[in-house]
């Protein structure tokens, strides 16, 4: 089995990440990371310039990544929330997945994937996107595991005075910035151990025992 992680927050070593890699972490399979910050991934043109070979023509890091998606068995795709919703480098890459569905059907059929939802206040909306994507492509959904993450916010340098950022909302008037309040993954151990059952969750689909 070939496990394939998609980090799409365009930081490094943060929430999406670190928990993408506690999934891959816990599967039987030959798993693969990658992250797709700085990465260049237009959105889908819809040209149907696809249509006829299943090959997007859209000269981008999506052309590389195209053999990896296709040779892997199951996915752990992993997203922020932006705005409520899932952030736009990751929906890129996700509706270039539509190349992959002409003609008789999805050449993604039947492939696996667990999805990691990361937010700064609300962590469930971006995994809920995703999820609504899979059908298309006809991936099957084996759950979905949500963290909070820390807002950019906590580190910009006025988290603290600024009425519009996350600080405002999740700290009290005045309450200073600690290592303590700032939302990490090392508080949030049961969550890991969530991440690491989503792993063991794909071993048990791919072996037929769960259907
Ligand atoms: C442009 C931007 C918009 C964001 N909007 C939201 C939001 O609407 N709701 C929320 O819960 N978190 C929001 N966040 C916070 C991120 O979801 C949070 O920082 C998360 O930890 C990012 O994932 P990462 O740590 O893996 O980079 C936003 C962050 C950025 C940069």
Same mark, same amino acid.
Not at 73 to 94: E, I, K
């Given at each position: 089995?070939?496990?394939? $992680?998609?980090? $799409?927050?365009?930081?490094? #070593?943060?929430?999406?990440?670190?928990?993408?890699?506690?999934?891959?972490?816990?599967?039987?399979?030959?798993?693969e990371f990658i992250s797709l910050a700085g990465k260049k991934i237009a959105p889908?043109?819809?040209?149907?310039?696809?249509?006829?070979?299943?090959?997007?023509k859209i000269n981008d890091d999506m052309a590389w990544l195209r053999d990896k998606i296709l040779t892997a068995?199951?996915?752990?795709? $992993?997203?922020? =929330?932006?705005?409520? !919703?899932?952030?736009?480098? !990751?929906?890129?890459?996700?509706e270039r997945f539509c190349q992959f569905r002409h003609r008789s059907g999805s050449a993604l059929a039947g492939k696996?994937?667990?999805?990691?939802? &990361?937010g700064g206040l609300s962590p469930e909306m971006p995994g809920k996107a995703i999820e609504a994507m899979l059908p298309y492509y006809? &991936?099957?959904?084996v759950g979905t595991v949500t963290a909070q993450g820390a807002a950019s916010c906590f580190t910009c340098g006025h988290g603290e =005075?600024?009425?519009? #950022?996350?600080?405002?909302?999740?700290?009290?008037? #005045?309450?200073? &910035? !600690?290592?303590?309040?700032?939302p990490d993954l090392s508080q949030q151990p049961g969550k890991i151990q969530e991440? =690491?059952?989503? #792993?063991?969750k794909i071993?048990?689909?791919?072996? $037929?025992k769960i259907v």
């Open positions: 089995m070939k496990v394939l $992680g998609i980090s $799409g927050s365009p930081r490094r #070593g943060k929430t999406t990440e670190q928990l993408v890699k506690e999934v891959l972490s816990a599967t039987n399979g030959d798993t889908c043109s819809a040209c149907l310039a696809c249509v006829a070979d299943n090959v997007c068995d199951a996915y752990v795709f $992993g997203a922020p =929330n932006y705005f409520s !919703t899932l952030n736009s480098l !990751t929906h890129c890459f996700l696996l994937a667990a999805i990691v939802s &990361i006809q &991936i099957k959904h =005075n600024c009425s519009a #950022g996350a600080v405002s909302i999740l700290l009290r008037p #005045g309450q200073k &910035i !600690t290592a303590e309040n700032t991440a =690491n059952l989503l #792993g063991k071993n048990a689909y791919f072996t $037929g």
